[in-house]
């Protein structure tokens, strides 16, 4: 039987790429007027609490796993472990994680693999190549506590050469936080918070494919889903799930997380400042308001670039406009179509069927 891990005297050291240095320049894609802390405490996950925090990212990455047929789960950043072993028998767990949180994992559960890793270390894991083929990685709410994200990253992206994808979470700061916030994090643990697409703009520059970039709950109480989930793999292949199997696990895993636990599945939160915003705009188009409607998606969209749901919103007030704009094209009315032709190019800017329109009434007036 092959041996799990390789001997430390066959670990190597690697430098950092140059995306390290591009990632520090950059402030790590957080806008320029941020200001993160310097130095992070410890994160003591040895405390008992009633609330389970980021609950459902291992339900997701097991029901990913399951799906592409790997029989081990490895989480960055394991804390106590409670979350890791809810998913032992099932697969293999092996645990990466430093101090007192990863003692208490050996302790409570002494069938796993756990690995005494700092993540500001510059020496790269020695797990079995073969073990790494069958395995998901896990790395939930630990890259905000970094000081130099880059090293995690780098070590996720060795272990994708050969593992199919990784899935990892962390806090939303614009949803959490909201946008005027300047930094550093409230939480004294968290170095730097990243908002969705900033994370997303981190992980691209890190060399990884993205197959997901969403939101998940942050916690069992609350229900409300501000913490980014990110679904990635290596830059050279394609990523193992699709993206809308990907969807339907982040929503399953609700129902998932309480049978296994034993309680009533909580309705998803309507809270968040997006979905308001969403929400609003809706109301305002079943009104008449249109205007009103348009402005509330330019809104969200100034919030979050890539809401799929305010751009179909957009999408479908941008037809109905040219729609209508075309029925007073064809019955004469060339001034008031000129205006709608417009005011749909005022809103997506280089639309090709309006440009041709305007074209078109812009001649027939001469």
């Not at 756990?114 to 890259?143: C, K």
């Not at 079943?286 to 999408?315: W, Y």
């Not at 040219?322 to 205006?339: M, P, T």
Request: glycine residues 6%.
């Amino acid at each position: 039987m092959h041996r799990l891990f390789r001997s430390l005297g066959r670990f190597k050291t690697f430098v950092l790429p140059p995306q390290s240095r591009l990632l520090a320049a950059r402030n790590c894609f957080i806008t320029p007027a941020y200001r993160h802390r310097e130095q992070a405490h410890y994160f003591d996950d040895t405390v008992s609490v009633t609330t389970a925090w980021q609950p459902y990212v291992y339900f997701i990455a097991a029901a990913l796993a399951a799906r592409v047929g790997a029989r081990w789960i490895i989480d960055l950043g394991c804390g106590n472990g409670f979350k890791l072993t809810k998913l032992h028998p099932r697969f293999g767990i092996i645990g990466v994680d430093t101090g007192r949180n990863l003692a208490l994992a050996r302790r409570r559960f002494p069938r796993g693999q756990w690995i005494d890793w700092d993540f500001g270390r510059p020496e790269l894991l020695g797990i079995d190549p073969g073990v790494l083929s069958q395995a998901v990685v896990v790395s939930s709410d630990v890259i905000e506590h970094l000081p130099d994200p880059a090293r995690l990253l780098q070590t996720i992206r060795n272990m994708l050469v050969r593992a199919p994808f990784a899935v990892l979470s962390t806090p939303d700061r614009l949803l959490t936080r909201g946008a005027d916030d300047p930094g550093p994090p409230a939480n004294q643990h968290h170095i730097r918070e990243w908002s969705r697409t900033e994370f997303a703009d981190l992980l691209r520059a890190s060399g990884f494919r993205i197959a997901h970039c969403g939101l998940t709950e942050s916690n069992s109480v609350s229900n409300e889903r501000k913490t980014i989930l990110a679904v990635i793999g290596h830059g050279r292949r394609r990523p193992v799930p699709a993206p809308h199997r990907i969807r339907y696990e982040v929503d399953n895993a609700r129902r998932t997380y309480a049978r296994h636990y034993g309680v009533r599945p909580v309705a998803r939160s309507r809270t968040d400042p997006v979905t308001l915003q969403l929400d609003a705009a809706l109301a305002l188009l079943r009104a008449g308001r249109t205007g009103d409607c348009v402005q509330r998606v330019q809104a969200i969209l100034a919030i979050d670039p890539r809401n799929r749901s305010a751009m179909r919103l957009l999408d479908h007030i941008l037809d109905a406009t040219l729609r209508h704009a075309v029925a007073l094209h064809r019955a004469g009315n060339l001034l008031e179509a000129e205006f709608l032709y417009r005011r749909v190019l005022d809103l997506r800017p280089g639309h090709p069927l309006a440009g041709q329109l305007l074209s078109l009434v812009e001649r027939e007036q001469l």
